[in-house]
């Protein structure tokens, strides 16, 4: 098992996240003894995706120290396991099921991509494992009974408010470049919106005569926009391709091309991309009752919302403890969709189905070689 344990601000470690050293369930602190009670992250630790995992790391921690600095949850101190999933659905469903194996954990922060929160649900559905989703997802995924709730705006929300921003510039064809479902609902919104849309597999890089058929194939449609329905990696890659063609349209990102490889990958030639985001930055949050601390500053729009996504998991425990007077992964499950608070991204409500009500959505321009950019739309602009 390759895991993370951290007890406030103390990892206990060896190697990064190989050969961790497990703490026993009862430990000092503050002077005293504390019972201890545990919550799992799942995020990509190693592999191409590592950084977004770290990113969000960082934000579970700030929550955690902040909570276990005030005296925890209940009087019970918090400790994290946090677990490396590569971002591939296999994984996922095997480090749920590590979760699943330690009664000390009573929910997961975990659902970075469709795939692996879909490979990995149904465990944690069978275990009674209290899930908080901290990152767009198919609207599907989340299911009241279940005890997952979704802490951004899911996957739909976000499509169709990057596509209604395109459509308010009149653009007479729009092409929808990727597979799979994500991409599906940027095509469904389109169509809802009245824009005449139509969906384009992404480019083979490797096969440069598929490739140019791909090219082709765009030049003829004449579209006005594109919108990259794809990771990172792949949103810099077509923008290498198009570059090379002398595409000059407007071409748009969605939800899942917000990442550092996208500038990674295409360097210079990323800037000017508009992209939708579920977060803010932590130097973007709007804090209307005081500045921001540096730690909160220096936080990416995956590590914001993991914070609120940890906070919301911590309250959902705490009011488990009130209401039965000891921690339960079932009093969890129970509490989390009544979970309400205000988090960086603003207010936290989720509607009968675990989704959040009134979620908001962020606007992104890639400046340069830098990510996330600057802000073009933020739902906070009135609230600051």
């Known amino acids: 098992m390759k895991n993370i344990l951290i007890h406030g601000m103390v990892f206990v470690c060896l190697l990064g996240l190989i050969g961790c050293v497990a703490r026993p369930s009862t430990m000092p602190h503050l002077g005293g003894t504390q019972p201890i009670v545990k919550i799992g992250l799942a995020a990509p630790f190693e592999g191409l995706d590592r950084p977004l995992g770290y990113d969000a790391l960082a934000g579970v921690k700030l929550a955690l120290s902040e909570r276990n600095a005030t005296g925890g949850v209940g ?23 590590e979760f699943a194996a330690d009664p000390a954990v009573l929910g997961v922060i975990t659902g970075w991509t469709s795939e692996t929160m879909r490979a990995s649900v149904a465990v944690y559905q069978q275990v009674g494992l209290a899930v908080a989703v901290p990152w767009s997802v198919l609207p599907e ?49 389109a169509d809802e919106l009245g824009l005449n849309v139509y969906l384009l597999p992404p480019p083979d890089v490797l096969d440069s005569e598929i490739t140019q058929e791909w090219v082709n194939h765009l030049v003829w449609g004449q579209p006005d926009a594109l919108i990259l329905a794809m990771d990172g990696a792949r949103t810099g890659e077509t923008i290498l391709t198009l570059a090379e063609e002398d595409w000059s349209g407007t071409t748009l990102g969605g939800v899942e091309s917000g990442s550092i490889h996208l500038v990674n990958v295409a360097g210079s ?116």
């Open 75 to 97: 009087g019970y101190v918090v400790e994290l396991v946090a677990l490396n999933d590569f971002g591939e659905p296999d994984e996922a469903r095997l480090q749920a099921r």
């Open 141 to 189: 995924l989340a299911d009241r009974g279940s005890g997952v709730v979704l802490v951004a705006a899911d996957a739909q929300q976000s499509a169709y408010a990057l596509t209604k921003a395109v459509a308010a510039t009149y653009p007479r064809r729009l092409v929808v470049v990727g597979d799979g479902p994500s991409a599906t609902l940027y095509e469904e919104s």
């Open 269 to 384: 030639l990323a800037a000017g991309l508009t992209f939708v985001s579920p977060a803010p930055a932590g130097q973007d949050v709007a804090q209307p009752q005081g500045n921001l601390t540096p730690d909160m500053e220096g936080l990416g729009p995956r590590a914001v919302l993991a914070y609120d996504a940890t906070h919301v998991l911590l309250d959902a425990i705490e009011l488990a403890i009130q209401e039965d007077g000891y921690p339960s992964r079932q009093g969890v499950k129970t509490t989390l969709p009544r979970v309400q608070r205000r988090g960086l991204t603003g207010d936290i409500v989720f509607d009968a189905a675990g989704r959040r009500a009134d979620a908001p959505v962020w606007l992104y321009n890639i400046v340069d070689k830098s990510y996330p950019g600057r802000v073009l739309v933020s739902p906070q602009a009135d609230q600051g």
